[in-house]
């Protein structure tokens, strides 16, 4: 049984910063990161595939981090320069698959989510 745990969400100013971790429960492949603000569909933003590559989205290039602590199987998100766009629920995802990137909602593993709010 996979069961995945975020923390680390929270209130933040513009420009600050924030990291998420993500402890993940049971055997699987890929893990990412995604993010979701009302009325609007759910966004992959970094992910690790399970050869171990990593990529960040456009939109968040050059100001998040993604890495795993493959040892602990716990996943982070480094934020950093936040901007109030970034405001989001962000979730934790994973998947017995070899890329994490094309997981939708009905697909996959889900934490419950954390909240990142950024004010200007």
């Known amino acids: 049984q996979v069961r995945l745990v975020e923390s680390g969400g929270g209130s933040v100013q513009a420009g600050g910063s924030l990291t998420l971790s993500c402890v993940g429960y049971?055997?699987?492949?890929?893990m990412g990161w995604f993010r979701q603000v009302p009325g609007k569909a759910r966004e992959a933003i970094a992910a690790?595939?399970?050869?171990?590559?990593?990529g960040v989205a456009q939109s968040v290039k050059g100001r998040f981090t993604i890495s795993k602590d493959n040892a602990k199987n716990i996943l982070y998100l480094q934020m950093s320069s936040l901007k109030p766009e970034d405001t989001a629920m962000y979730y934790c995802?994973?998947?017995?698959?070899?890329?994490?990137?094309?997981?939708?909602?009905?697909?996959?593993?889900w934490g419950q989510g954390t909240q990142v709010t950024v004010s200007s």
């Open positions: 995802a994973a998947d017995r698959r070899a890329t994490c990137w094309w997981l939708t909602e009905d697909s996959g593993y």
């Open positions: 049971g055997g699987t492949y890929c």
């Open positions: 690790i595939d399970s050869d171990g590559s990593s």
